[in-house]
């Protein structure tokens, strides 16, 4: 049992790269989500997902996408890298109700 | 829009002297409310789940209350060891329903 497993857990990539960071769960939890977590602005949603076949956006999703075909996998898709995206990603899953979500160790990303 | 309010930012303590944390909350539909510990370079880890207010949970030096409008953290005879980032968040129900809004996090210092 693996719990939240984010890969890469270092990127760097060039403005307009694209890339994916990938999200695997082994406890069948229906509910994922991505966060990203900047100085001084906490963790703020990016997307979530409250079941295979459905996501939805969270407080900032410009400039990713996500899918969610599995149950296990959630990947967050950076389209056309920016500065601005530079940050610390970190995936989320948790049961109904997310009474305990368990997070990744986190993917930190810089754009240059 | 759910809004979740930490303070103080930063909390430096002595060994042994005890103090409290704070969650401001505001949600609509409230159904869970979360405290978190995160390390340096590390996903948050999960400590509480509040469902009601007058709820009640302990674990070894932390102890998490919740109120209609707010929670605490109490730090009971902190060591060291409790220095880390103390994150809360909310999970409420109605539109917001899949979504973990976090606060800033109160960043806990504790002096040998």
């Known amino acids: 049992n693996a719990g939240v497993t984010q890969t890469p857990k270092f990127q760097v990539l060039k403005t307009g790269q694209s890339m994916t960071l990938q999200c695997a769960q082994d406890?069948?939890?229906?509910?994922m989500s991505w966060y990203r977590q900047d100085p001084g602005m906490g963790l703020r949603l990016i997307h979530y997902?409250?079941?295979?076949?459905?996501?939805d956006q969270g407080e900032v999703p410009n400039g990713y996408n996500v899918s969610r075909s599995t149950t296990e996998d959630f990947p967050l898709r950076l389209l056309s890298a920016a500065p601005s995206q530079t940050s610390v990603y970190f995936c989320a899953s948790g049961f109904e109700g997310n009474t305990e979500a368990f997070f990744g160790q986190g993917t930190r990303l810089t754009v240059v | 829009e759910d809004q979740v309010t930490q303070s103080p930012e930063a909390l430096r303590l002595q060994e042994g002297e005890s103090s409290s944390l704070n969650c401001s909350y505001t949600v609509s539909g409230l159904r869970g409310l979360f405290w978190y510990r995160q390390d340096p370079g590390k996903g948050p880890e999960f400590l509480f789940t509040l469902y009601s207010a007058g709820e009640e949970k302990e674990k070894e030096r932390l102890k998490a209350t919740l109120t209609k409008k707010e929670s605490f953290l109490h730090i009971t005879a902190p060591k060291p060891e409790d220095s880390a980032t103390y994150l809360c968040a909310v999970f409420a129900g109605g539109t917001s329903y899949g979504k973990l809004t976090f606060g800033q996090g109160t960043i806990l210092t504790v002096h040998p």
């Open positions: 406890m069948n939890h229906e509910y």
């Open positions: 997902s409250v079941g295979a076949g459905i996501t």
